[in-house]
């Protein structure tokens, strides 16, 4: 069984930072890609952010040259450093992962529960 749980979400005015953290735990072999996707009351959810095992990332381009998304694979976990945040950033911030839990297994799609990003004007 493979748990996320992320950590990190708040309330911050426009022009503020947050930092995001999603740790993986359980059983687990390995971890191909981890990411971000946020859900705005009465919007679809969409994908902020995603980096694979080698560090190479993308994100959308509302978030591009303000949000950074890392990782630490030793950890098991991925960060979403936000910067300059903008009312229109606020939502609920969901972290993914894709995860093989043991060599025999084939990947599959882990989400968190969710964690509540604010932001006043």
């Known amino acids: 069984q493979v748990q996320l749980v992320e950590s990190g979400g708040g309330l911050v005015q426009a022009g503020g930072s947050l930092r995001l953290s999603c740790a993986a735990s359980?059983?687990?072999?390995?971890?191909?890609?981890m990411g971000w996707y946020r859900q705005a009351q009465g919007k679809q959810r969409e994908l902020v952010a995603y980096?694979?095992?080698?560090?190479?990332?993308d994100y959308v381009d509302s978030v591009k040259g303000r949000f950074t998304i890392s990782r630490d694979n030793a950890m098991n976990t991925v960060y979403l450093q936000m910067n300059s945040l903008k009312p229109e950033d606020t939502a609920a911030y969901y972290c993914?992962?894709?995860?093989?839990?043991?060599?025999?297994?084939?990947?599959?799609?882990?989400w968190g529960k969710g964690t509540l990003v604010t932001v006043s004007p």
């Open positions: 980096i694979d095992s080698g560090g190479i990332s």
């Open positions: 993914y992962a894709d995860v093989r839990a043991t060599l025999d297994m084939r990947f599959m799609d882990y």
């Open positions: 359980g059983t687990i072999f390995g971890i191909k890609i």
